[in-house]
């Protein structure tokens, strides 16, 4: 069954629906969102416990939610977003690594995550993504594998259209080119 953003909203909006909303919403989103996070922080651990952490500043200001359904998605993952960097930037903190430079720690964590499958050329992709900048992986991440537009990658981001689209196709070339090496 498949409940459209608008019903989800029109329940998170009613305080006495509120819950079966925003358990709907879970629903709709949990695995999506899970997916974004982990390529973000790319163990699985810190992607559920990132997971988490989203759904409880969701929950704890939908009420302040102000746009429409068609931004209810953005909004989730932005939320989701911005915890990922935190998380990131946290982890920057403890290894005294910056957040663009984070990618080779991230790489190890991956190799150690898949195993073997690392070197097989799906592994050796996402090799190629980890060590984007972070700005990149991100858009790319949300334009590859979310499928989502420029102008909700914009409004998850806060960068423009136009940033994005240079973003995304920096990361399309550099990944190309480590691919082939």
């Known amino acids: 069954m498949i409940i459209e953003t608008s019903e989800i909203l029109r329940l998170l909006t009613d305080r006495e629906r509120r819950s079966e909303g925003f358990a709907l919403l879970v629903d709709a989103y949990t695995e999506p969102l899970y997916w974004h996070l982990r390529r973000m922080v790319v163990v699985h651990e810190e992607a559920e ?10 929950f704890s ?3 302040s939610y102000r ?3 068609e931004g209810l998605r953005s909004w989730c993952y932005r ?34 995550e898949v195993g073997e499958s690392a070197d097989s050329i799906e592994g050796r992709f996402q090799q190629a993504l980890l060590a984007l900048p972070t700005k990149q992986r991100l ?5 590859y594998y979310d499928e989502l537009e420029y ?11 136009g940033a994005c689209k240079t973003n995304y196709h ?12």
Do not use: P
């Open 170 to 181: 920096y990361a399309q070339q550099r990944v190309k080119e480590m691919m082939t090496r």
């Open 67 to 69: 746009g429409d359904a």
């Open 151 to 161: 102008s909700e990658i914009s409004r998850i981001t806060g960068i423009s259209e």
């Open 79 to 112: 939320i989701a977003t911005n915890a990922a960097l935190d998380r990131l930037r946290r982890r920057c903190r403890w290894r005294f690594v910056t957040l663009d430079s984070i990618g080779h720690t991230l790489s190890k964590d991956f190799t150690h």
């Open 139 to 143: 858009v790319f991440n949300l334009r």
């Open 61 to 63: 200001s939908i009420e």
């Open 49 to 58: 416990d990132t997971l988490q952490e989203v759904w409880i500043k969701i």
